[in-house]
């Protein structure tokens, strides 16, 4: 039984951190209501569009709460350049919406997609 335990506890630690390193992927997708990034921004498209500049100052808070939320869970499965690239494109977007800059938000957007695509590769 000791002989058990002693291989048994580190393949199964090694497995668990082998996981999480690898499943960025899989981590960075909703798990709830309240972290629905990549919908947010095709919302965030649509609302810019159509120059509805209330929706998108509040789709982009909303997007700046569940960025949070993905980043805690893809810490150590993502790189940290995309991690803090993705982060600055919601800055830029917020900056964009107060001046209603709809070409520079449709950039940034297209710009997150090329982003997430990417994250966790």
Same mark, same amino acid.
């Given at each position: 039984?000791?002989?058990?335990?002693?291989?048994?506890?580190?393949?199964?630690?090694?497995?668990?951190?082998?996981?999480?390193?690898?499943?960025?992927?899989?981590?960075?997708?909703?798990?709830?209501?309240?972290?629905r990034?990549?919908?947010?921004?095709?919302?965030?498209?649509?609302?810019?569009?159509?120059?509805?500049?209330?929706?998108?100052?509040?789709?982009?808070?909303?997007?700046?709460?569940?960025?949070?939320?993905?980043?805690?869970?893809?810490?150590? !499965?993502?790189?940290?350049?995309?991690?803090?690239?993705?982060?600055?494109?919601?800055?830029?977007?917020?900056? !964009?919406?107060?001046?209603?800059?709809?070409?520079a938000?449709?950039?940034?957007?297209?710009?997150?997609?090329s982003?997430?695509?990417?994250?966790?590769?």
């Amino acid at each position: 039984m000791n002989r058990f335990f002693l291989y048994a506890i580190p393949i199964l630690t090694l497995a668990i951190f082998i996981v999480i390193m690898t499943g960025g992927f899989w981590l960075k997708q909703p798990f709830g209501e309240q972290d629905r990034v990549f919908e947010s921004f095709q919302k965030l498209e649509d609302y810019t569009k159509g120059e509805e500049w209330e929706k998108a100052q509040e789709e982009v808070d909303y997007t700046a709460k569940a960025w949070k939320k993905v980043v805690n869970r893809i810490q150590f !499965s993502a790189e940290r350049e995309y991690m803090l690239d993705i982060a600055g494109v919601i800055a830029k977007i917020e900056g !964009s919406i107060r001046i209603q800059d709809k070409e520079a938000i449709i950039q940034e957007i297209y710009y997150f997609y090329s982003l997430w695509e990417n994250l966790g590769r």
